[in-house]
Nanobody, 119 residues
Framework: QVQLVESGGGLVQPGGSLRLSCAAS????????MGWYRQAPGKQRELVAT???????RYADSVKGRFSISRDNAKNTVYLQMNSLKPEDTAVYYC?????????????WGQGTQITVSS
């Protein structure tokens, strides 16, 4: 079982920066693939960025070059550095931990943190 707690959300002006953190409890954090997803009002949840246990990263086209995902296994924490924020980045951001055991996907979500980009 993994519990995830996000922090770092808030209100920021267009062009600004924020860093989200997701602290994980439980064992074996390092073997989980971690990800950030977001959901804007009236829209489906979408992938923002993921990082594998080996450090490989993947980004949504809409955030490439602006956002950066990283992890600190010693602190059981994954980060999302967001730069050059745009109003369309406004959403609730969710942290995800995923691990595949044989044919079973073990999937955990945080409670979400609101990011509002507005002047």
């Amino acid at each position: 079982q993994v519990q995830l707690v996000e922090s770092g959300g808030g209100l920021v002006q267009p062009g600004g920066s924020l860093r989200l953190s997701c602290a994980a409890s439980g064992n074996s954090f390092s073997i989980y693939a971690m990800g950030w997803y977001r959901q804007a009002p009236g829209k489906q949840r979408e992938l923002v960025a993921t990082i594998t246990s080996g450090g490989g990263t993947r980004y949504a086209d809409s955030v490439k070059g602006r956002f950066s995902i990283s992890r600190d296994n010693a602190k059981n924490t994954v980060y999302l550095q967001m730069n050059s924020l745009k109003p369309e980045d406004t959403a609730v951001y969710y942290c995800n931990a995923e691990r595949v055991v044989l044919t079973t996907i073990m999937d955990y979500w945080g409670q979400g943190t609101q990011i509002t980009v507005s002047s």
